[in-house]
């Protein structure tokens, strides 16, 4: 069993219309989308912005209405996580995408990050102060910063104040949405190692949500691709981007700047070829609405959205 | 669009259906009914018993409303027993007189509200705009039925430049040219009242939005393009802050409902406001209940047309 | 004629806070050629959008000293009315965002259409929307016709920046200056339109200023590169040579910051320090020093300027021949360097 487990997971939002507002239909974000990931690893999932991978990562911890599907977490099964106990609950935590809107400015970094504390535990004023100083100190920030504002931070540190608040409970899940777009390259540099430290001291899993193939490539074990609410392609970083197999894969791989100015030619040369493979064989990767098929298995750790044979 | 607008009616007609439920509730839980102020106390109780039950004020509360709206609806609206003549009547005349002066008020405001945001928004900061920025502080503060009073004082009592109630001037032919000319005199010092301090609210969201979209990152587009400062102003300052005042005007018809109550007791102006504290007074509830009916309509009505207003203005809205 | 196309001397832009002005562009020179692509990178706040409206004289509130010569003419604080006759023709912009760079409430038509007019009185209705289509063509819109009628909300975010493209290149400017044109969009969006903006300039040769936080889209687009910190050019050079060779520590810690490694899970270099706000600037010595404590003070300058270590290749500061990483040895480092 993994230690987390989504399968066949769906999230439809309705379409209202019509004079009276009725449901006339429905937006698949999330259609069909399975995936598992084992302790301490870090998954990616890719996608452009609409292709469901930040509906995937709120749905799982409760943001979002799961319309079907299913969600095991070490076995036990967390489909519906508002429900399901306190205990299983703070195991699962999340990191959002915007460092500057995400915390509540109002608030004092002290009551930012006790507040998942103070949700679960019942602890003594002495005792939370004693316990945000040390999660400060583990995220490189003073422990006398506490009683500051969160705009008296820098970008970086603001989304450190963001993980001290979702390490605050001990998880050994953690959904990142996004964590590191929002911020200049040298900061970002320092939230990822960081990211890397934090797993490596404190065991944690993360689903790593990221439109930025560099970044995902950097961080994670696996990786799944996402395109209009389904997998395109799932498999190791090897697979994706040494041996991408679907059209899509291609395209976003080719679409990565190449760091190297003298491969320029070559670059420009290569990613035409994917897009006019592309535009060729569209039809042979997409079904009649424009979506990926299911996924089949190439190799062992591969799996890519082909039409299914005869 | 047409889609919107429907839906729009439809959802406004609980909000109505719900509002004469109130309306009614709170008229029946008031002391005394229609029959109470027309019949001599000394009457035989027996008598009066009968008379209830005949005019159907024994039955439940639910048959009493129907009966009420049926006849609402039909425009009867029951009888004043200060006036002893149809409500609806009254409140017609009255409700002519009402809708000239709101018109009159609407108009000044505007008149007064756009020069003064177009300045003050796009002179921030400066002498001009501090001073008309005061005026809407001096305005946001006081009471309107204390600045009213002050301007009848001087304006019709010490400087006698305007009557100080009425309408019209008594003994003229209506609908000859003296008559208009006597209404409009009689009509602009309570406009005049209300509008400078209602627009005050229209002059700081008008400055405030045109400081809003002044930093928008068309606006540099618009100058990137080589606009001058005047077309950046007139063509794309200006359109896009108007918008929302469009979509406000709806909700200043509301607002001047409230005014209506103060300007028109206080300048004698026979008007609705006139006739619903009046009637509050010598406790004429079918006209007090008449005209908060007619109130309520008029603020949901007002609610609608804003929304209509922003629809047809705004493409975001407009194109679904 | 020459073939310089710009020439920015000693140019000083700045902001007023409180009773202060500060300076966010501060003592900067460069030369953009026709038919060359200079891109400007630095993290934010390092001065670089502040450069580019700097040019296009779009800064409302502040003050500009130093000289912006365009085709030789100075346009630094030319009153609007005549920079309104550059602005536009001679010189278009492509800004960050495309949703918020349209007018949401002006079509697509009249708002590229507004460029053309304010350039080209002459040109008649039917001609304007005649040209406009075309253009709409030019930057890859599928349908122009029916795009010229539509309103920026109902187009996706490519579109909406390829719309931004066609009005900055409406009257075929000379100089075209983008401020991270494709920040806002998906990679595969900006690739496209970084395509595209190749495609303008094999076609009209202008020349176009570049501004990017992104080293890859450096690395793809750029004919000459110029890393600014704090306000300051710090290293100059084409971009072979940025990638290659390059020697300010600004420059090499942020290229050692980028996660494009093929060893997946490497530990990516850190800067340390965070980048000063505007009023926290040092405004004397090495403007970098702070943020590399390990390379020894007497290595900097005192007032750094700009070294000529090749023919076009500029750094700031002594600094450079000094530096290395902490987890290098520094005797590795100085062997490479002697």
Redesign the interface.
């Known amino acids: 069993m993994s230690f987390l487990e989504v399968t066949d997971l769906k999230v439809h939002f309705p379409v209202k219309g019509g004079l009276f507002g009725r449901t006339v239909g429905h937006i698949k974000a999330v259609d069909g989308v399975s995936l598992s990931i084992e302790k301490g690893k870090t998954y990616g999932l890719v996608g452009?912005?609409g292709s469901g991978k930040t509906t995937t990562g709120r749905a799982i911890i409760g943001l979002n209405n799961i319309t079907s599907g299913k969600i095991t977490f070490e076995g036990r099964d967390i489909t519906n996580i508002r429900k399901v106990s306190k205990d299983i609950r703070k195991d699962v935590q999340m990191i959002f995408q915007d460092p500057y809107s995400s915390l509540n400015t109002k608030k004092r970094v002290i009551d930012i990050v006790a507040e998942p504390i103070r949700n679960y535990e019942k602890l003594t004023k002495a005792e939370e102060t004693k316990r945000v100083q040390e999660l400060m100190e583990q995220v490189g920030l003073s422990p006398e910063s506490i009683y500051k504002y969160p705009h008296e931070f820098?970008g970086?540190?603001r989304q450190r104040i963001g993980i001290a608040r979702a390490i605050a409970l001990k998880p050994k899940l953690i959904i990142a949405d996004e964590p590191v777009s929002a911020l200049?390259?040298?900061?970002?540099?320092?939230v990822?190692?960081f990211m890397?430290d934090i797993q490596k001291e404190l065991g944690l899993t993360y689903l790593f949500i990221s439109?930025?193939?560099?970044?995902i490539?950097?961080?994670?074990?696996r990786i799944g691709i996402m395109y209009k609410g389904r997998y395109v392609e799932e498999g190791s970083?090897a697979d994706i981007f040494n041996n991408p197999q679907h059209i899509y894969t291609k395209?976003?791989v080719?679409?990565?700047?190449?760091?190297?100015?003298?491969n320029?030619a070559e670059?420009?040369k290569f990613?035409q070829e994917v897009r006019s493979e592309y535009e060729k064989s569209y039809d042979k990767y997409f079904n009649s609405e424009g979506l990926a098929y299911m996924l089949q298995p190439v190799s062992e750790s591969h799996l890519v959205a082909l039409p299914e044979k005869g | 669009m047409w889609k919107f607008t429907v839906r729009r009616i439809f959802v406004m007609i609980p909000q109505v259906i719900l509002l004469s439920v109130i309306i009614f509730i709170l008229a029946k839980m008031m002391p005394g009914d229609a029959l109470s102020g027309l019949i001599d106390p000394n009457i035989d109780p027996a008598t009066i018993e009968a008379k209830r039950e005949a005019l159907g004020l024994n039955n439940p509360w639910y048959v009493q409303y129907w009966d009420w709206i049926k006849n609402a609806v039909q425009g009867d609206l029951g009888q004043s027993f200060q006036f002893k003549m149809p409500v609806s009547e009254i409140i017609g005349q009255r409700l002519t007189n009402t809708f000239w002066l709101a018109l009159l008020t609407l108009i000044i405001t505007y008149l007064i509200a756009i020069p003064l945001g177009i300045t003050s928004g796009r002179f921030n900061d400066t002498w001009g705009d501090r001073l008309i920025t005061g005026y809407t502080y001096v305005g946001f503060g006081m009471p309107l039925f204390i600045f009213a009073l002050v301007m009848l004082w001087i304006f019709g009592f010490k400087l006698g430049w305007f009557p100080s109630g009425g309408s019209v001037k008594p003994g003229l032919d209506p609908g000859s040219f003296e008559y208009i000319v006597s209404k409009f005199k009689h009509m602009l010092l309570p406009a005049l009242s209300a509008a400078l301090i209602a627009t005050v609210g229209t002059v700081q969201y008008l400055r405030s939005e045109i400081i809003d979209i002044k930093q928008?990152?068309?606006i540099?587009?618009?100058?990137?393009?080589?606009?001058?400062?005047s077309?950046v102003y007139n063509?794309?300052i200006l359109?896009?802050s108007l918008?929302p005042i469009a979509a406000f005007f709806g909700y200043e018809i509301t607002g001047l409902i409230g005014g209506s109550i103060f300007i028109e007791n206080i300048f004698s102006y026979p008007g609705i406001g006139q006739l619903f504290l009046g009637s509050i007074n010598i406790r004429d509830y079918t006209v007090v209940t008449s005209c908060v009916l007619l109130f309520g309509i008029a603020a949901i009505l007002g609610s609608l047309l804003s929304d209509i207003i922003l629809s047809i203005?705004?493409?975001?809205i407009r194109?679904k | 004629m020459s073939k310089e196309l710009l020439k920015i001397e000693n140019l000083k832009t700045s902001f007023r806070i409180k009773d202060d002005y500060y300076a966010a562009v501060d003592d900067v020179s460069l030369t953009v050629n026709k038919n060359e692509l200079l891109a400007i990178v630095g993290?934010?706040g390092c001065g670089k959008s502040a450069l580019a409206?700097s040019i296009?004289g779009?800064h409302s509130r502040a003050t500009i000293e130093g000289n912006i010569l365009f085709k030789g003419k100075n346009i630094a604080n030319l009153p609007?009315?005549d920079m309104?006759?550059?602005?536009?023709?001679d010189m278009?912009?492509i800004?960050?965002?495309p949703l918020?760079?349209?007018?949401?409430?002006?079509i697509i038509g009249d708002q590229i259409g507004?460029?053309l007019l304010?350039?080209n009185k002459n040109l008649s209705v039917n001609g304007r929307k005649v040209k406009v289509i075309e253009l709409l063509k030019k930057v890859g819109i599928p349908r122009p016709e029916y795009t010229y009628n539509q309103?920026p909300?109902?187009l996706s975010?490519g579109m909406r920046q390829r719309v931004?493209i066609a009005?900055?290149i409406a009257n075929n400017p000379e100089l075209l200056i983008a401020d991270e044109p494709t920040t806002a969009l998906?990679?595969?969006?900006?690739?496209q339109i970084?395509?595209l903006i190749k495609v303008l300039k094999e076609d009209s040769h202008a020349g176009i200023i570049l501004i990017t936080?992104?080293?890859?889209?450096v690395?793809?687009m750029?004919d000459r590169v110029a890393v600014m910190y704090a306000g300051q050019i710090v290293e100059i050079a084409d971009?072979?040579t940025i990638?290659e060779n390059p020697l300010h520590p600004y420059t090499r810690?942020?290229l050692n910051?980028?996660?494009?490694?093929d060893e997946?899970?490497?530990?990516?270099?850190?800067?340390q320090g965070?980048?000063p706000s505007l009023q926290n600037l040092p405004r004397e010595g090495c403007r970098f020093s702070d943020r590399i404590p390990w390379v020894d003070s007497s290595f900097h300058e005192k007032n750094p300027v700009l070294h000529e270590v090749s023919p076009g290749h500029f750094v700031r500061c002594t600094c450079y021949k000094h530096f290395y990483f902490p987890h290098e040895s520094k005797e590795e480092k100085q062997n490479v360097i002697s």
Not at chain 3, 84 to 89: A, D, E, L, Q, V
Not at chain 3, 186 to 191: G, L, P
Request: glycine content about 6%.
């Open positions: 452009e912005s820098s970086g540190q200049d390259v040298s900061v970002q540099a320092q990822l190692n890397q439109h930025d193939l560099g970044v490539k950097h961080m994670c074990d970083p395209r976003l080719a679409a990565i700047p190449d760091i190297n100015p003298r320029r670059h420009i990613r | 928008k990152d068309f540099q587009t618009a100058r990137a393009k080589g606009a001058s400062e077309r063509r794309h359109r896009n918008l203005v705004d493409p975001r194109i | 993290e934010s409206f296009m779009l609007p009315n309104n006759k550059f602005r536009g023709k278009g912009m800004f960050q965002d918020t760079a349209l007018n949401p409430l002006m507004e460029t304010l350039h309103f909300h109902q975010g931004v009005m900055a998906d990679v595969t969006i900006q690739s970084l395509d936080h992104d080293l890859g889209v690395a793809e750029a971009v072979y990638f810690s942020l910051s980028v996660p494009n490694s997946t899970n490497s530990r990516l270099h850190v800067i965070v980048v």
